[in-house]
């Protein structure tokens, strides 16, 4: 009779400890996961967008000003990255930079413009790359409510995303 007695008394504690052990396996363990996953591929659409952005913008004509009907570099990433931005839920773009990396072939010191260059480029001594940034956010699928703030769990992930490509047409950035 003992024996009998001593099963039914686990049996019941298991049953009353079972909503506290899902609480926490779902709560604490499998929600956050779940939320920092869904940011975490939402980057990977941010950060694609800001690289198709990068190869638009260096496939383009000019730097600033649209030429012959083509759009500018800075006119390309800006559309690369709003067709990103309205693909996909629960992203937001911000701060868009087109910016000129020029890079000295034999220093290799590298210098920044986000205006069209003064000067013709010259090949033979620099290279010329087309740099987008941009500040991103992803947020999380279902936002958990918590006092303290967890970025990519409770609130959104925010960083900077950046891309660079070899610019296509140097002459052009004069424009």
């Known amino acids: 009779m003992r024996k009998l007695q001593n099963r039914r008394n686990r049996k019941g504690s298991f049953v009353a400890e079972l909503p506290l052990v899902l609480w926490v396996l779902f709560m604490v ?10 940011a975490f591929l939402r ?3 941010l ?7 990068s190869i638009s913008a260096a496939r383009a004509n000019t730097f600033l000003n649209p030429v ?5 570099a800075c006119a390309e990433a800006l559309t ?3 067709q990103t931005k309205s693909s996909f839920d629960g992203i937001d773009i911000q701060n868009i930079k087109t910016e000129i990396v020029i890079t000295h072939i034999d220093t290799m010191k590298i210098s920044l ?13 620099n290279t010329y790359q087309i740099q987008v940034t941009a500040e991103c956010s992803a947020a999380p699928l279902l936002p958990i409510p918590s006092p303290v703030p967890i970025a990519g769990v ?8 950046s891309a660079r490509q070899y610019c296509e047409n140097p002459q052009g950035l004069t424009l």
């Open 47 to 53: 950060y694609a967008g800001v690289h198709m952005a």
């Open 43 to 45: 980057i990977s659409f």
């Open 68 to 72: 012959d009907g083509k759009p500018s």
């Open 80 to 82: 690369k990255l709003a």
């Open 154 to 161: 409770t609130k959104p992930l925010v960083f900077m995303l």
């Open 113 to 125: 413009a986000d205006a069209p260059l003064t000067k013709p480029a010259d090949s033979s001594v």
């Open 29 to 38: 363990i499998g929600f956050p996961l779940l939320n920092l996953s869904a």
